[in-house]
């Protein structure tokens, strides 16, 4: 494994909003569509712990908090795992930009552009991610992948809502199990009724998903293959950040 140079983690990063890291900290990066592109990151012991953006990967990069991991394939067809410091994952991307520009999403420094890591490791972090996956509306419309759970058409966020199975007037709660995608037109004609009082059948039973709902989207594209190798059901509960 390439050993990255003086790279030294001196904090626990802070996720939330306002934290303690920067955009702008030690590395200009115009304002750019790759800087939205997602990244996976992992704790010290290479455990999943979250999806950032690129903007704020490269903030952890640049403050030496984090390394990149980068997933190659060597002679017999299997996955290595190299480990870059930002300085070292500069010179990569200069070659990447020659030889590999289209498997990559891209940002533009003052200077040259910079190829967006897939997977970053934190180099002080040991927290493991509480189990679970958050109930709310962006998790509930990604498990039923916008598809109205009762004529099973595909709608845009702005044109669906949730629909409690059982009605809350019947003692219906906020679940995984009672609560499901459905279009406007259908959920009005449920009204406060259950699925077999308005004579409508569930497409598909609503069930607690393993694992986030948006990161199983997301493994659908081909350049996030590489985050499979991390995905450990007992820890999987990243969230986007």
Not at 78 to 88: I, K, Q, V
Not at 92 to 108: G, I, T
Request: aromatic share 8%; proline share 5%; with cysteine.
């Amino acid at each position: 494994m390439h050993r990255p140079r003086n790279v030294h983690a001196e904090h626990d990063p802070e996720f939330g909003p306002g934290g303690m890291f920067s955009p702008d900290d030690g590395l200009v990066l115009d304002n750019n569509e790759g800087l939205n592109a997602k990244v996976l990151v992992l704790n010290r012991a290479f455990a999943a712990m979250r999806i950032v953006s690129a903007r704020r990967a490269f903030c952890l990069l640049s403050r030496s908090i984090a390394e990149v991991i980068h997933v190659e394939k060597d002679d017999a067809g299997g996955d290595r795992y190299m480990n870059y410091d930002l300085a070292s994952w500069m010179e990569v991307s200069a070659l990447q930009c020659e030889f590999e520009h289209e498997q990559h999403d891209w940002v533009r420094t003052v200077r040259f552009e910079l190829a967006v890591p897939r997977i970053i490791r934190l180099l002080g972090y040991d927290r493991l991610p509480e189990q679970g996956v958050k109930l709310n509306r962006r998790n509930l419309f990604a498990r039923d992948r916008n598809r109205c759970q009762y004529c099973n058409r595909i709608f845009p966020t702005s044109e669906l809502s949730l629909d409690h199975v059982i009605p809350r007037s019947r003692g219906g709660q906020d679940t995984w199990e009672n609560l499901v995608c459905a279009c406007i037109r259908c959920n009005a004609r449920k009204g406060g009724r259950t699925p077999d009082e308005a004579h409508m059948k569930l497409w598909r039973k609503p069930e607690r998903p393993k694992r986030n709902p948006l990161i199983a989207l997301r493994l659908g594209n081909e350049k996030y293959q590489s985050w499979r190798a991390f995905l450990d059901n007992a820890y999987w509960s990243v969230e986007l950040g």
